[in-house]
């Protein structure tokens, strides 16, 4: 079976990090071992934080706020890792600057927000994508594969779960409104974008969830509709670690995914007609396969990826937003109703 482009043949490119908070380190890591990129520059609010962390990744310069960050001549994108609530303005202010820009997953809080810094990106003619790492890894691209050459046949149900336990602390990013927490955003947009990428737009969304006592949703079950008979059944929760495992059902056989299914992992297919085989092509990190892509559709002047397109995360977004509105959860901020 094909294996996926190794990182280090993408064309290198120079990076920075605006915020220095944990994913952006994975991220920084993930850069600096397995591509051919550069890390060029840090920003943060924290002076501390930002110098803590560009000592840690031997980045050479440090920028104390964002527009320094977004603004520097060295800089050819930027990877923002900052809390939901902050990536519009955030990504906003990066194609002000003419910088490429990749966003940490969930995009944005809402659809509309996320229309805002395409309908920039489109203006700016700058590169522009979600960091949904899943839909670049190894076991992703093989299992497209396998979909596609029919060896389960139609895809009837779909099931992903993400859970993971957070002690309750109501300023902390997943339990605060005003910094967009909840479980959908920051860990059930895996599964609904999971749903996405092998069943595509649903026709139907049914959810229920239960709020936290700051008023984001502390667990959430949805159930989404394709076609005739197809359902894909997602869970995600802040007060227990789940499984975090996928399967994938179809008139001819089924598939399970390994948890953790959104990051470089194993899964099992098992025909009806009794045959079964695994695969399994161990990878270090992950998040340097989404830093790959942004390299080489940089280099060749596009400004979005046929993977994680504009449009794709649109339609993620209008689900997890139809979600909320069935759960009750709105940001401060937003609209109501």
């Not at 300023?171 to 996405?196: C, F, I, K, Q």
Request: glycine share 8%; proline share 5%.
């Amino acid at each position: 079976m094909p294996r996926t482009e190794d990182p280090r043949t993408a064309p290198p490119i120079r990076w920075g990090i605006l915020g220095a908070g944990g994913i952006a380190s994975v991220f920084a890591h993930a850069v600096a071992q397995h591509t051919r990129a550069q890390l060029v520059a840090v920003g943060s609010r924290n002076r501390d934080r930002a110098e803590r962390f560009a000592t840690a990744h031997g980045i050479p310069t440090t920028h104390v706020g964002y527009r320094q960050l977004v603004e520097d001549p060295q800089v050819d994108a930027v990877y923002i890792a900052t809390p939901h609530s902050e990536h519009r303005d955030n990504a906003l202010q990066a194609i002000k600057a003419g910088k490429h820009v990749l966003v940490e997953k969930a995009f944005t809080r809402n659809v509309a927000e996320a229309e805002e810094i395409f309908s920039a990106a489109r203006q700016a003619g700058v590169f522009v994508m979600e960091a949904m790492w899943t839909r670049f890894l190894p076991h992703v691209a093989a299992l497209h594969q396998v979909i596609d050459a029919g060896e389960i046949g139609e895809i009837v149900n779909l099931r992903a779960d993400h859970g993971q336990w957070f002690a309750f602390d109501p300023r902390s990013r997943v339990y605060a409104p005003e910094l967009a927490g909840g479980a959908l955003l920051d860990l059930g947009v895996y599964t609904a974008a999971w749903a996405h990428d092998f069943l595509g737009v649903p026709d139907e969304v049914h959810a229920v969830g239960v709020l936290t006592e700051t008023g984001v949703d502390g667990q959430v079950s949805a159930v989404l509709r394709y076609g005739d008979r197809a359902l894909a059944q997602l869970n995600t929760t802040l007060w227990a670690k789940t499984p975090t495992t996928s399967s994938i059902s179809g008139t001819e056989g089924h598939i399970r995914v390994a948890g953790e299914f959104y990051r470089p992992t194993s899964f099992q297919v098992t025909r009806r007609d009794g045959r079964v085989w695994t695969f399994t092509q161990p990878a270090e990190n992950g998040l340097q396969y989404e830093a790959a892509e942004v390299a080489r559709r940089v280099a060749a002047g596009e400004t979005e990826s046929p993977r994680m397109t504009w449009e794709g995360t649109l339609a993620v977004l209008r689900t997890m937003d139809e979600v909320r509105r069935q759960v009750g959860v709105v940001y401060p901020g937003e609209p109501r109703g």
